[in-house]
């Protein structure tokens, strides 16, 4: 098994070595794939005039510091509980993170799936649970299911700070910015599952760019640089997909309809890129006893991120982690000065990782 | 104000980091590389301690007292050192059904007379209900050392081989199913006492030094060797022996299994001569069955350890820093 995925691998490294001889930039959404392509240890045996870029596809990361700080007012309330998902957890904030008021004796559980929010709220009865929900349009139809049910169940100690985002404005954003040289984008597998192939097709019909449906397995990632790199030599770019195995073209129906009902699309603020118009998603009128922006009266402050941490131009794909005079000086995983340095899926957080804790005496 | 946070308690660079701020306070003059599992103190005695909490204290494979146990004696074990006496303290929540912790006795006492290992003497501490989850274990093994020499980083050298006793990860894999709901049928944690496959192997020459991938796991363990020596490790991801059950408890978590908790599962460096007779000797014990080289110590990029991926790429192997957490999607 392990000798055959060896040769699969061998084979379309050198594919794509025959189908493109010339520089080319590709961008890797989605924070996972960025992950996924450190694990595999790609980069050292992908051609070196193929320069993969991360983009902003890491939840934590894309989190504006506003936000953050809003969710860190409200843990610091009487009475109340925050639920998130781990990788929240040590975000930094202007002040402090999630991790150090849970130190300090605020409640805060981290959850793997929205529904658990029903049964703290259950069990907590006389407190508030406050569910800080991030993520795209992955982890959105959970947050969506679960309003839908606090609606009907009548519950009424649990609200979400509901802050998730959408994948196809940002990329239109990235491919209309004059500054940056994308040849094609590796679209993210996850997200897909959920929106399918139409939400991408603008890429190549209006900004005639090549971009492919990928999914997280090595030979899924080459597979998508393969596909990538024959649209651009060939001058035909389109959206392809070589994740048929978990992509249906229409994507989940029934996800959709659940996002569908709960929210509705509104412009949000992301780390470092700005307001980007119909990129995010807020609870519908009819949830706004859930909204916990309404029912506490959260104000999101608006601040600037830490002097010197040059999160928005790694996530745009601007400049590659190493380049930010931050980065293994002032910002390492042990004491992040911004978010990428410190969620799982983080560009920065992984170019330290997987360079030797930024030494970078071992180029690989 | 700076708060002690719960990453400074994962094994990871931040718990290193805390274990430098204890020391510093008591002497200067320790170095990284005499942070092995144990410590000598004359003519050949070793010792160690260590305290177990864990949630939950019932798991598959085992619970916190055999835990509590099989831990302090195994970082013996993983010295040469056969474990002879223990020391146990135990502090128990005011309310703790009585023969839930009898059960927890009871297997610590199992593992013990199975060793061989004498309860010599102990404490116990009832607190009140909410100032402690349950119970906390803490136990200190003392032993014997029958190596001709001390096991240790120390003896690592160029052109030795790394092995791994058993598939890793299992230990903090069952814990996590559990934690985050996950059900299996099959996963179970690797907890076991080490030393009867280790006592076989105390006479070889060739065998330079063992750890045991408890929290942090085999990575952290790697790291530490390469740090501590000034060597370069590289290991091949294929050769890491790696349970299905564990895999896909880390595909939905979003774990890494090379970080991943064991607790009957250790790291050995050995010289090549030796490796036909570590490998043969060990595997006839249950618990090291699948006992594998999965690498070895190179001369180059010192201080770092490499990994040769499924796909034939190069990756790096970094401590981690602080606990592990579900990812998002």
Not at chain 1, 11 to 29: N, T
Not at chain 1, 103 to 127: E, F, L, V
Not at chain 2, 17 to 39: A, N, V, W, Y
Request: overall charge negative; some cysteine.
């Amino acid at each position: 098994m392990e000798n055959f995925k060896k040769e699969k691998g061998v084979q379309l490294l050198r594919a794509i070595e025959q189908v493109c001889s010339k520089d080319i930039k590709l961008m890797e959404v989605c924070g996972t794939h960025t992950v996924s392509i450190f694990r595999h240890g790609l980069r050292s045996v992908i051609p070196e005039n193929i320069h993969m870029l991360s983009g902003p596809g890491c939840p934590v990361c894309v989190t504006d510091q506003g936000d953050i700080d809003a969710a860190l007012e409200v843990a610091s309330r009487e009475n109340t509980i925050i639920a998130t998902y781990g990788d929240m957890l040590r975000v930094p904030g202007s002040e402090t993170s999630l991790a150090t008021m849970k130190a300090r004796g605020s409640d805060i559980r981290i959850i793997t799936s929205a529904h658990q929010c029903i049964d703290i709220a259950g069990k907590n009865p006389d407190r508030e649970i406050v569910f800080f929900a991030v993520g795209f349009e992955t982890t959105a139809p959970a947050t969506a299911a679960l309003m839908i049910d606090a609606h009907e169940r009548k519950i009424s100690n649990l609200s979400a700070m509901a802050l998730h985002k959408r994948t196809p404005p940002v990329l239109e954003a990235l491919a209309t910015d004059p500054d940056l040289e994308i040849d094609g984008f590796i679209l993210p597998g996850h997200v897909s599952v959920i929106l399918g192939h139409e939400p991408y097709s603008f890429l190549a019909e209006r900004y005639k760019l090549p971009s492919c449906i990928t999914g997280f397995e090595a030979e899924d990632i080459l597979m998508g640089i393969y596909s990538l790199t024959r649209q651009i030599q060939r001058g035909k770019p389109k959206l392809s997909s070589v994740y048929p195995r978990a992509v249906r073209k229409e994507g989940n129906i029934k996800a959709k309809k659940l996002m569908e009902t709960a929210f509705e699309v509104c412009d949000a603020k992301w780390r470092g890129l700005g307001i980007i118009p119909n990129s995010g998603l807020k609870l519908k009128e009819l949830f706004s006893d859930l909204d916990s922006y309404r029912k506490f009266d959260i104000r999101t402050p608006d601040v600037k991120p830490p002097a010197g941490c040059r999160c928005g131009e790694v996530l745009s794909g601007k400049l590659i982690p190493p380049e930010c005079p931050l980065f293994a000086k002032k910002c390492t995983p042990a004491s992040p000065v911004g978010p990428c340095m410190v969620s799982s899926e983080g560009s920065c957080s992984a170019y330290f990782k997987y360079s030797g804790g930024g030494t970078g005496h071992w180029k690989i | 104000m700076e708060n002690i946070t719960l990453g400074q308690g994962s094994g990871g660079r931040l718990t290193e980091q805390l274990i430098h701020r204890i020391t510093s306070h008591f002497s200067k003059s320790r170095t990284p590389s005499e942070l092995e599992d144990c410590s000598f103190l004359k003519n050949g005695i070793a010792m160690t301690i260590d305290s177990f909490t864990v949630t939950p204290r019932e798991f598959p494979g085992g619970n916190i007292g055999k835990l509590a146990v099989c831990g302090s004696t195994n970082d013996l074990a993983v010295r040469g050192v056969k474990p002879e006496f223990l020391a146990m303290s135990v502090v128990i929540e005011e309310g703790m059904d009585i023969s839930e912790f009898d059960s927890y006795m009871e297997s610590a006492a199992a593992i013990c007379s199975k060793l061989d290992v004498k309860l010599s003497t102990g404490d116990t501490k009832v607190v009140p209900k909410g100032s402690l989850d349950g119970i906390f274990i803490t136990t200190c093994a003392v032993g014997t050392s029958l190596t001709p020499f001390p096991w240790g980083m120390a003896n690592i050298r160029t052109g030795d081989l790394v092995a791994v006793t058993t598939s890793i990860g299992q230990h903090g894999a069952t814990i996590g199913a559990s934690r985050f709901d996950l059900e299996s049928a099959t996963l179970q944690s690797d907890c076991a006492a080490l030393w009867p496959a280790i006592s076989e192997i105390t006479e070889m020459k060739g065998v330079r030094c063992m750890r045991d991938c408890t929290r942090g796991g085999l990575g952290t363990v790697l790291c530490e060797w390469a740090e501590g020596t000034a060597t370069g490790i590289e290991i091949d991801e294929t050769k890491i022996p790696l349970t299905p059950e564990v895999n896909s408890v880390c595909d939905i978590l979003g774990f890494d299994p090379l970080y991943l908790a064991c607790e009957g599962c250790a790291a050995i460096v050995f010289s090549p001569e030796e490796k036909d007779r570590v490998i043969a000797t060990m595997k006839k014990h249950d618990m090291c069955k699948d006992i594998a080289v999965i690498g070895e110590i190179v001369d180059s990029h010192e201080k770092l350890v490499g990994m040769r991926t499924d796909i034939g790429g190069m990756r790096i192997i970094d401590m981690p820093v602080s606990e592990m957490l579900p990812r998002i999607c």
